[in-house]
């Protein structure tokens, strides 16, 4: 092999791999500073590496992430709906390149459930099972994938809150009855507190549901050992001013 040759070939190989070792620096960096609370910072990571590999699952299933927690905190509908509009999207570009990824059945779920903040009643309806049908897709594969265990607990948590109009046309739609209850809602936040104990979030909704059901006790329990936690993602800091205020309701 001459020279010219080796030199045409490392070029290549530096082409073809380049891109990919960008795209895992790029999201490294961005998780170091979401760890660091610096959302921006990692969300601006997070949209180049999409840029530069859009067919890349790990960077998509970060920017429906990104997309969904910005998109909750818009005030004005129009801008809300494009953070999560383009979540979904991603979501399901992942899904498109793996769809028994557990992460891109996760993504699906979440992009969907926050897009029901959205959705006119009729995608809302039929979107209430396809939820349920990405989270047990993923928990399929991944039975201990602690973000859809979370995303499925907050599911059963709000359909059960559902009237019986809504439900009963949720049933016409999909030709059933989606089955939620608050025991199944607290099993897996209960699990996810023993997969991820600092998931600040989880403690919230966990206590929301004890309460609901009646268990004031546990839910403070909860919420007591949530105060205890230092902040270590963006947004804890809101879940705990969210989860004190709940505290100081029950005592």
Not at 36 to 42: D, P, V
Not at 208 to 236: F, N
Request: one cysteine or more; aromatic letters at 6%.
């Amino acid at each position: 092999m001459n020279l010219r040759t080796t030199l045409c070939l490392a070029a290549l190989t530096l082409a073809v791999s380049t891109p990919a070792q960008d795209v895992g620096y790029l999201i490294d960096e961005g998780e170091k500073f979401e760890k660091l609370l610096k959302e921006e910072e990692a969300f601006q990571k997070y949209r180049e590496a999409v840029k530069l590999s859009p067919r890349h699952g790990r960077t998509l299933v970060k920017n429906v992430e990104m997309n969904c927690t910005l998109g909750m905190r818009q005030s004005d509908k129009d801008l809300r709906k494009g953070y999560l509009t383009l979540a979904l999207e991603q979501a399901q570009q992942a899904h498109a390149l793996d769809s028994l990824s557990p992460d891109a059945n996760y993504a699906m779920a979440l992009a969907l459930s926050r897009m029901m903040e959205v959705m006119s009643i009729r995608e809302k309806v039929t979107s209430v099972q396809r939820i349920r049908d990405h989270t047990d897709s993923a928990l399929r594969k991944d039975p201990d994938h602690v973000k859809t265990l979370y995303t499925l607990g907050r599911w059963h948590q709000e359909v059960n809150s559902l009237g019986t109009a809504e439900k009963t046309a949720i049933r016409l739609a999909t030709g059933t009855s989606p089955k939620a209850s608050l025991p199944e809602a607290i099993d897996c936040f209960e699990k996810v507190r023993r997969l991820a104990p600092f998931f600040i979030a989880n403690y919230l909704s966990l206590a929301q549901a004890y309460k609901s059901a009646g268990r004031s006790d546990k839910a403070v329990e909860a919420l007591e050992r949530q105060q205890r936690l230092p902040p270590r993602a963006p947004g804890d800091a809101e879940w705990k001013a969210q989860g004190k205020k709940l505290l100081e309701s029950l005592y």
